[in-house]
């Protein structure tokens, strides 16, 4: 934030006009390689404690905080359309990953904070690789290993008589 202002205050002209100085070009985004899934964020959002790991009591104890906040009824479940306010608030949006049709383990159309807890704490697993106490920010990365663009994952098609690096010969079938 100084270096902005910095060079904010040495690209003022006398008349108090900013002068923006970029290639006229824009560069393609490097795509990226670490990805976090919003669920993974609101994991790591729950380490209260601030040591960079998000133990089982922490996240128990933030979804029941995250639950409460949203059950502004305290009728104890959620309807799907309170869900998605959920999910909106502390994943970002309303649509991410966890579903409500995920975590609704009775199909009742309401999720309880047990059907909830339940659910991160199937998470919790799954984001534990190292299998010790707690999930690091680490664990919570998602790599990808090749850039995706409009051709999909390998890159563009390949010419004729040729077969993608990664991918099935020409004319043959790849694995499903």
């Not at 270096?3 to 560069?27: C, F, T």
């Not at 990226?32 to 998000?54: H, N, Q």
Request: proline letters at 9%; hydrophobic letters at 35%.
């Amino acid at each position: 934030m100084i270096l902005l202002a910095l060079a904010l205050s040495l690209s003022l002209s006398q008349e108090g006009e900013v002068v923006v100085r970029a290639r006229n070009k824009g560069q393609p985004q490097v795509p990226a390689t670490m990805l976090v899934e919003p669920v993974a964020m609101f994991v790591a959002a729950c380490d209260a404690d601030g040591d960079g790991t998000t133990s089982s009591p922490e996240l128990d104890a933030c979804v029941a905080k995250s639950f409460v906040a949203i059950d502004t009824g305290n009728a104890g479940k959620l309807r799907y359309l309170a869900y998605a306010d959920w999910a909106k608030r502390y994943l970002g949006d309303a649509n991410a990953l966890p579903s409500p049709f995920e975590v609704d383990r009775d199909n009742d159309d309401q999720i309880t904070l047990e059907e909830l807890q339940r659910h991160f704490a199937k998470l919790y697993t799954r984001f534990n690789k190292d299998g010790q106490p707690g999930i690091s920010r680490a664990e919570l990365l998602t790599f990808r290993t090749a850039p995706i663009d409009k051709n999909g994952p390998a890159g563009p098609p390949p010419r004729k008589g040729e077969k993608r690096p990664d991918g099935p010969p020409p004319g043959g079938r790849g694995r499903r």
